[in-house]
């Protein structure tokens, strides 16, 4: 899941690119194409989003970084879940960011709350500056200690949900 409030964003892109790096994505959600029904608590589509990711097996959860910590659109949807709503799920969390000055912000704000949530997250947080998103060398150092942490994914098919 992004929640970049830009739509296809970079973060989209670094999720992307990780989700490719594990062996695929069965269910892209890029919150920007939702953030008009994350309020409304009786939305099926938000609802039906919330079911889905919590029936996932693993879970990018990719955020810019904004004031230090996630934005507010990734935290409306975390909202949703309730207490150990992401149980049985393994979540990455996965942030961006100007500067290496926010590197532990993924520790620090992402991971928290996706524990809370009930989420396995037996990696590291994954940062990654905005300039290097794109370029494969800045996921190798996290890949090369997350994979064996991971469990093995079963071949996606891949499903974009947008609005």
Do not use: C
């Not at 500067?99 to 520790?107: R, T, W």
């Amino acid at each position: 899941m992004v929640g970049n409030p830009k739509p296809r964003s970079r973060t989209y892109d670094s999720a992307l690119t990780l989700a490719d790096r594990l062996g695929g994505a069965d269910l892209v959600v890029d919150l920007a194409d939702h953030a008009s029904e994350l309020f409304d608590w009786t939305s099926e589509t938000v609802d039906d989003l919330v079911e889905q990711v919590a029936g996932s097996l693993v879970v990018i959860v990719a955020s810019p970084t904004y004031k230090a910590t996630y934005t507010g659109l990734l935290k409306a949807f975390l909202d949703r879940f309730p207490h150990q709503g992401l149980g049985g799920v393994t979540a990455i969390p996965l942030m961006l960011g100007a500067s290496v000055a926010h590197s532990l912000a993924p520790e620090h704000g992402l991971r928290p709350v996706l524990v809370e949530l009930g989420a396995s997250v037996p990696t590291r947080a994954l940062y990654v500056l905005d300039a290097d998103h794109a370029d494969p060398e800045a996921y190798d150092a996290w890949f090369a200690t997350a994979q064996q942490l991971l469990p093995a994914l079963p071949a996606p098919t891949r499903q974009v949900v947008s609005a």
